[in-house]
């Protein structure tokens, strides 16, 4: 009997995120505090978003709401590493960078963490940037994900090509 395998990757809905950041932009500029503020957010670059703003705290406010738009999306918060706002001439600009793909330290960190309490006879593969986990038994494979799910890790974890 073959291996049943499943990968575990982390990868962003670029659409959910375009129309996270298009809803922000939208709010931003009907609501009235930020009204006369200069309070921006766009893409810059691939992977980037950048908010702008003529204080420190309506930059900040920009970025709760992009936040509040992503998790009503279903995106997970762990996919946005924002920085902190730096005065850029008259106004603050803030740099936030979306993460995708599991990194060798994290896909090392997984790997031990399902080879020390998972159940015996998994065997985890690092494969680029994802990770393929393979047993015998399906039940096994269901532990493994119920596992990852319950471990508070620092990247958004998805679960495909379950066979």
């Known amino acids: 009997m073959a ?3 499943f990968d575990v990757v982390s990868k962003i809905d670029r659409q959910e995120v375009d129309n996270a ?8 500029g009907h609501r009235f505090d930020f009204k ?17 703003a003529n204080s420190e705290e309506r930059a900040n406010a920009v970025l709760d709401v992009f936040k509040e738009k992503l998790i009503k999306r279903g995106l997970s918060l762990k996919v946005l590493d924002a920085g902190e706002p730096k005065l850029s001439g008259k106004e ?3 740099m936030a960078a979306l993460k995708e793909g599991i990194d060798q330290e994290n896909a090392k960190k997984i790997s031990k963490l399902i080879r020390d309490e998972g159940p015996k006879g998994i065997k985890a593969q690092i494969q680029g940037d994802e990770l393929r986990v ?3 038994k399906k039940d096994d494979l ?19 090509n379950y066979r």
């Not at 950041?21 to 931003?28: A, D, R, W």
């Not at 269901?142 to 495909?160: M, N, P, R, S, Y």
């Open 3 to 5: 291996d049943s395998s």
């Open 21 to 28: 950041l298009n809803q922000t932009v939208k709010e931003v």
């Open 36 to 52: 006369g503020t200069g309070a921006s957010i766009s893409w810059s670059g691939q992977n980037d978003v950048e908010i702008k």
């Open 92 to 94: 603050y600009r803030l």
């Open 134 to 136: 393979s047993s015998k």
């Open 142 to 160: 269901q532990e493994v994900i119920t596992l990852l799910k319950g471990k508070d890790l620092d990247i958004a974890l998805q679960f495909t």
